[in-house]
């Protein structure tokens, strides 16, 4: 593996941080404070190409390897959690890489070159009122008839939920066959029986978008299914596993502004006649943030390198987004200590910086369930028997 960047991933990442210095930082917290999305952040970033920028160039995308990707999920979260959640993770990672897996030609070029253009903004649809972590258990129905399947039932927490123009959502076709039983939906926003709800009152990522999706005898047309019926669980499995680097890069890229606002603040603030980053207890919270922030870093890239290279990253995906989210939360919990009571006021980022990262947290699998999966893994014992 090499650790050098290349010029692309540079000059990527640097495009990236000039565009979250420009259009995402100077909004973010007043975003964060009024709840606001911004559309037209996503259609700005769509213009630059990175709404799919993985993508193969056949469909609209910029062709660039997972690494590269990574980068700039890296940078935009740095800027705001949630635009990344928004535009990012969830359109590009959960929406878009599943149905260039698993979609047959037809949906591919029906949907993705939209989806990479901006026209069209693509949600997730797994975690449901009743079941989160135990996928396995979903109740959304899907019962087929004619050319067509009938959705019903509810989809919890899904991100861009409300403003996402379609929705790749995973239903049971045969309840008595658990994870077997499952497919895999794309459902038009504007489909008769599909409506979305709006969630209010999010700790943090609160300029995303989250909504319930509801479906009431909402018929789905047999030719939107992505993948086989019998193949919902590998595909919404594959979306998670994508969607766990993205997440994972974001967390750097938390704890990076973790970090830059700490430096800043302690280099400005003078206690005891001194600047408190002359403090050695100052230095040595600085030095821890910086040293997770590296290691989670360079793990994050080591498993992207795996799937630029095609090999199994399953393993990989769970550390890097376990140890990732956990050091995202640390260091935003030392750059608001390091703040003193300023940092726990949203004069300063710190405090929005910690919010979110409890979000990245939860989404895509907590801890616990990153911990499940690696030990599996290790252990060789299957998800489901
Ligand atoms: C901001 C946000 C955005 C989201 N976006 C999306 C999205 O776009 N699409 C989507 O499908 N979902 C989304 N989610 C849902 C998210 O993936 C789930 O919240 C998460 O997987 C946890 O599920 P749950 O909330 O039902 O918690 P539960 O599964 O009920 O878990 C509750 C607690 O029990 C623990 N637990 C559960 N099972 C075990 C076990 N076997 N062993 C040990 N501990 C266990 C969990 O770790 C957790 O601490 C989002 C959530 C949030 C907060």
């Not at 995402?24 to 964060?32: F, L, Q, S």
């Not at 005898?217 to 596993?241: H, R, S, T, W």
């Not at 919010?355 to 499940?372: H, P, S, V």
């Amino acid at each position: 593996m090499d650790f050098d960047m290349s010029d692309e991933q540079i000059m990527f990442r640097n495009m990236a941080r000039e565009f979250a210095l420009r259009e995402i930082i100077p909004v973010a917290a007043e975003d964060d404070k009024n709840a606001h999305y911004r559309p037209e952040t996503v259609q700005k970033m769509a213009a630059l190409g990175l709404l799919g920028a993985p993508m193969p160039q056949e469909y609209g995308g910029l062709g660039v390897d997972y690494i590269t990707y990574l980068c700039v999920c890296e940078e935009i979260a740095r800027a705001s959690a949630g635009v990344f959640t928004t535009c990012l993770t969830v359109h590009t990672s959960l929406f878009q890489l599943p149905i260039l897996k698993f979609g047959n030609d037809e949906l591919k070029h029906r949907y993705l070159s939209r989806t990479t253009k901006g026209e069209l903004l693509g949600c997730f649809g797994m975690t449901e009122p009743n079941t989160g972590s135990d996928v396995a258990g979903i109740e959304l129905s899907a019962a087929s008839s004619g050319n067509n399947w009938i959705l019903n039932g509810t989809k919890m927490w899904i991100s861009s939920g409300g403003v996402a123009d379609l929705a790749l959502v995973i239903a049971q076709t045969d309840k008595s066959k658990r994870h077997r039983g499952m497919a895999a939906f794309l459902v038009e926003r504007g489909t008769p029986g599909f409506s979305s709800s709006d969630i209010h009152g999010k700790m943090g990522l609160r300029d995303s978008n989250t909504a319930e999706l509801i479906f009431e005898n909402c018929q789905v047309p047999a030719e939107n299914i992505v993948g086989e019926i019998g193949e919902g669980f590998k595909v919404g499995m594959y979306a998670l596993d994508c969607g766990r680097l993205s997440t994972a890069a974001a967390c750097v890229g938390v704890s990076q502004a973790s970090i830059d606002a700490a430096v800043q603040y302690a280099q400005e603030r003078i206690q005891f006649g001194k600047p408190i980053a002359s403090f050695q207890l100052i230095q040595e919270m600085i030095a821890d943030m910086v040293v997770e922030t590296e290691v989670a870093r360079n793990y994050v890239f080591r498993a992207a390198d795996l799937k630029n290279k095609g090999l199994p990253f399953v393993k990989e995906a769970s550390i890097a987004k376990y140890y990732a989210a956990e050091v995202a939360l640390r260091s935003a919990q030392k750059a608001i200590k390091i703040h003193g009571g300023y940092g726990y006021s949203n004069d300063y980022p710190v405090e929005r910086y910690y919010r979110d990262a409890m979000g990245l947290c939860l989404y895509e699998g907590t801890a616990e369930i990153q911990k499940l999966i690696i030990g599996r893994e290790i252990l060789g014992i299957p998800a489901f028997v």
